[in-house]
């Protein structure tokens, strides 16, 4: 599982609140990513991250930001949620170097938006 | 633009008989490609991945893909499948960990279902 977790694992908020993800990792890995997954879409791609505070938009980045102050800590928040934005969001590692390039996965949470 | 296709949505094939999932893909340069598998309520486990050299790639499980840069493709093939198999299977586009370029993007998946 290459050390990663996700906080919290489900949450339940009203839309106009805010809202922050955390991924957690513990294996120092320099790059980082936030997708959602959505039936009939697959994942998609909201934010990543290539090291500390370095960060760029992904697929459907509207209504989402990121900061990555340290290696091991990529948060997500959603400033101010709707109800489009309830969905099972996976963050990943991904280790480098051609034959060793995967993503690993954390075990997701699960947003509900009312 | 990068964007991966999985045309499929949902494949229902026999016990025993052979597979293949279609995965079309846009990239400006050589990509990396790979194939995930996720089971009902599970994470997604990595099946196999292309980055370089010989385009049919090995992967877990039986499963082989075909890497065919003049069709944009890389299909995934398995010569029997086991029930054990049924799942969703997302393909996925990426470049090499530089910088901006180290963005992976995945298709909306193809479910599979196995055929007692």
């Known amino acids: 599982d290459a050390g990663i977790t996700q906080s919290p694992r489900h949450k339940v908020t009203e839309t106009g609140t805010p809202v922050t993800l955390r991924c957690h990792q513990t294996e120092n890995h320099r790059y980082m990513y936030w997708y959602r997954q959505d039936p009939g879409h697959g994942l998609r791609l909201i934010h990543y991250s290539y090291g500390v505070k370095d960060t760029d938009k992904g697929e459907v980045s509207d209504g989402y930001s990121v900061s990555r102050s340290k290696t091991e800590d990529f948060l997500l928040t959603l400033e101010s949620a709707t109800s489009s934005q309830t969905s099972v969001y996976f963050c990943a590692i991904r280790t480098t170097g051609g034959a060793t390039d995967t993503q690993y996965f954390g075990p997701g949470t699960r947003l509900t938006v009312l | 633009a990068q964007s991966v296709t999985q045309p499929d949505i949902h494949i229902t094939v026999s016990e025993g008989a052979s597979l293949e999932l279609r995965c079309n893909y846009s990239?400006?340069?050589?990509?990396?490609l790979f194939w995930y598998v996720q089971s009902p309520g599970q994470g997604l486990q990595l099946l196999l991945k292309?980055?370089?050299?010989?385009?049919l790639v090995q992967g877990i499980k039986g499963f082989e893909a075909e890497f065919k840069r003049s069709q944009s493709s890389f299909n995934l093939r398995k010569p029997s499948v086991h029930w054990s198999d049924a799942a969703e299977y997302f393909c996925?586009?990426?470049?090499?960990?530089?910088?901006?370029?180290?963005?992976?993007?995945f298709g909306s998946g193809t479910r599979l279902s196995i055929r007692p």
């Open positions: 990239y400006g340069a050589t990509p990396y």
């Open positions: 996925a586009v990426g470049g090499g960990v530089y910088s901006s370029a180290s963005k992976i993007i």
């Open positions: 292309y980055f370089s050299g010989d385009t």
